[in-house]
């Protein structure tokens, strides 16, 4: 086999594999939107029968042999050939590492696992559900030390969902925000009036608020020939196909918050999908870089944009005319304050903008001392409340609204939560080096033009696939490393000038 | 391997097989359903993987060796294991005994003929479709001859639609309805007006339509928790699991006949998808016996059923309340007798349940022809235009309207159209059995009670799967043979009674 019949050989066996494993998506998305209740059982026959096939062609030992043949071979690599020939070894090399019966187990455990949570979280009982976390930490552990003994094994847990990244690199930077972001958020908390009323002061049917969510998705860009918006208890975002992304979005008739930026923070991830090189669908130079830059793509437009002064210059005239009544009583500074409300409260994914990232701080500190063996699982509920009450101040009532609120660990996601705040700070800087390329930004957002700042992001992060691993991207495109700067800024800048008549 | 080895691997092959299967179900629904329309090109390469991986496990050699040991082992077989044995058997010569090179042939010609179908028929010109006809006939012939060559070919072509069924058989039947069918008809529309109104008076919105048709569904007895029903431009019902059947349907807002026998019809199919046995989901023994038999359940439901007088005593209050103004005018006679309308038309699809049979009859007769040798390609359009005559009256305008109105033969179809007539013939004598096993039928159906039918079907056709093939199954049930005499019965009852004030 020549070189590049070897290449060749990867590719197609990876489009291929691509193809099975979108036809996990749309099995997904049916299940999430419109399968009958009744049709759950063998929904998890029919995934389960897809993804032993995907793991069995993931596994082939042919790629292997294609794998060393490829890195072998002399002569020049495109780009797009050359990232993935790097994503397709990491990814082998994680699968085929780590031994089927520890795979099992780790399945069989985390099935178990996630049920016990349920129950624990329901009855704020911590205790029933420490044993489980205790052997998810032990499997999470090997299963680490598996793909690399040499590292800090939280580090090799974080590379499942931000390829490259360090624990250290993403303590470093928390830790500069870490007082930053508590003082802010004391501040704005002590002149800030209560959050009394919801923003909109009747209900607004859902088919209504809809109407206007999707009309707003497309002049934000978001191709609705090639997706679609529809309705679920979960909201998520999820890729069928190379001109098939599908946005969910649930609606709340008392606050047309929830499913407005419910819609914009889906539609931010939706954006990235579409704008992904389609030319290159299936490999990883055609796929997202990481979690952590997904969630910069949906919180750049849910908060940078969606939740601008700029913005409802623009939109809030619109919403007050399809909404009647509802909004009659509300002027657009006060709506603006409204949708920008700022305060300390236990469950993360109600949190906004400010305090959302020291919920994650908490986390990741948790995590990796779990990890490391220096927390063991039995402290857990004390760690959370002490760190919680430097961090956010209220003292946590119950493990439900402390250490039992998330569904992650129950899963044996251990490393992903650290995404969500980078998320953050990836979005304040790309944001920032977009407005300064593109010079009036808030005037375009002003007038509901938002191709320029699209077009910025296709050309800096969508197209780009997976060619640079996160740091890279973040230097590459903004010329500064991963920092806390942007986001300190951003959050600053709007505060100021928010929080004292809040 | 032991026998009993033997019989499990085959069960667990072929219930792995029906998971993959039933995902391209999934993307099927999905694409006649919510799939945005940018998505198509890369749907057809997910069904075409999933196609792909299916044909190579039903054609895995291994299934032959375990067959030819499960055929032969000795001792006792359940009903159930002895029919799947049969129908692998079956299914597995019909595709090993093909030769790639033929079935690709195929999919390249019959792919290329589709397209050449719809502007053919756009055109009215027969002459630009005849060359890919001919092609189609031929290799149609040629899979037969692969299969059995010593059978009638169309023989063998039938029996990818209604397995054991003889052209012969269907022919003797279809002359026993030929003459006193055309006689019926003429005698009808002598009679009859020329149907003026539709059924409703002004305009009903689809979301009413809706509504009370899925209300109608739950009372006939289909579970909704099991089940859904959608909008789609071709209305059809498909089954994605042993609790998932969704019906589809679309909706004329000047005509509520057309959803609402269009719901009623794919209801009917969906009724006989979730009573097959769930334990046997995934093999013959769980599945349906043919087309013809599911077409008789469509039919039975639709015609027999919902286009009775005693359905209307039950239902014609609240469809009248349902449509507030629409159907101010009209009585509960007169709305029976408009859903009743009998008139010779040009297109199949549009025919009512009398004209139907004899749309039917003349494509068999062509097609049974064609693949004998004894009608060339080119002489179709004056055939069928003959023929038209003789059995139904007017003379066929052009061939959009004649032999080109249908897309079967361009799908490579052939041999498929004769199931639509046997269900019509299947469903009468069926319904004949069960008011004979039930007594008061009529009167629990103008009480809107369905449970005794349902039940009835349940056990004699649901229940038992592809225990039998369907002429077994009709002799079993009803004590005769096929036959046109029940159709032709209940035709000339209802007739007899509606038309002479039609």
Not at 220 to 247: E, K, M, Y
Not at 468 to 485: E, K, M
Request: hydrophobic share 40%.
């Amino acid at each position: 086999m020549t070189d590049d019949e070897c290449y060749a050989s990867l590719l197609q066996h990876h489009r291929q594999t691509a193809a099975f494993r979108s036809c996990q998506s749309v099995l997904h998305w049916d299940r999430e939107t419109y399968m009958p209740r009744a049709a759950a059982g063998y929904r998890a026959e029919q995934v389960s029968a897809l993804a032993g096939l995907v793991h069995t062609r993931d596994t082939d030992e042919r790629v292997g042999v294609w794998l060393a043949q490829s890195e072998a071979a002399a002569g020049g690599r495109s780009s797009a050939e050359a990232t993935n020939i790097r994503e397709w070894r990491r990814a082998y090399d994680r699968l085929v590492k780590v031994p089927q019966s520890l795979v099992e187990e780790t399945a069989r455990v985390t099935s178990m696992a996630n049920q016990a949570w349920i129950d624990a979280r329901e009855h704020s009982d911590f205790t029933s559900f420490s044993p489980w976390l205790q052997q998810i930490v032990q499997l999470k552990c090997d299963y680490a030390r598996c793909i690399d003994d040499g590292s800090e094994l939280y580090d090799v847990l974080l590379d499942d969902y931000e390829p490259g990244l360090k624990a250290a690199a993403v303590a470093a930077v928390f830790d500069e925000l870490r007082t930053p972001l508590a003082e802010l958020v004391g501040r704005i908390t002590s002149v800030a009036a209560p959050h009394g009323d919801a923003v909109n002061a009747s209900p607004v049917a859902a088919d209504t608020q809809r109407a206007f969510a999707v009309d707003l998705a497309g002049k934000l860009g978001f191709d609705l020939q090639s997706g679609r918006i529809d309705t679920v208890v979960h909201p998520f975002c999820t890729t069928l196909g190379p001109n098939d992304v599908r946005v969910t979005t649930r609606w709340d008739e008392n606050d047309i918050a929830v499913g407005l930026f419910g819609v914009i923070h889906e539609v931010g991830h939706g954006l990235y999908e579409q704008g992904l090189p389609a030319k290159h669908w299936g490999t990883p130079a055609g796929s997202a870089v990481s979690l952590g830059i997904h969630e910069s793509q949906s919180r750049l437009w849910e908060n940078h944009v969606a939740r601008s002064q700029p913005f409802w210059r623009y939109f809030f005239p619109e919403i007050k005319k399809r909404c009647g009544t509802a909004l009659d009583q509300i002027g657009e500074d006060a709506f603006v304050k409204a949708i920008n409300h700022v305060a300390p409260s236990f469950i993360r994914v109600e949190a906004d903008e400010v305090t959302y990232t020291l919920h994650i701080i908490l986390r990741f500190e948790i995590e990796r001392a779990l990890v490391s063996g220096a927390l063991a699982v039995d402290d857990v509920p004390a760690a959370w409340n002490e760190t919680f009450r430097d961090l956010l101040g209220p003292t946590v009532p119950n493990d439900a609204h402390g250490c039992l609120q998330d569904v992650h660990w129950s899963l044996g996601c251990i490393g992903y939560f650290p995404t969500y705040a980078l998320g953050n700070l990836y979005a304040a800087q790309f944001y920032d080096a977009a407005a300064n390329d593109i010079g009036n930004l808030d005037e375009q957002t002003a007038a509901g033009d938002f191709t320029a700042l699209l077009a910025w992001l296709r050309k800096h992060i969508h197209a780009v696939g997976m060619t640079h691993r996160s740091a890279d991207l973040v230097r590459t495109v903004t010329g500064t490393d991963l920092s806390a700067r942007s986001y300190l800024n951003y959050l600053r800048a709007k505060y100021g000038s928010i929080a004292p008549n809040h």
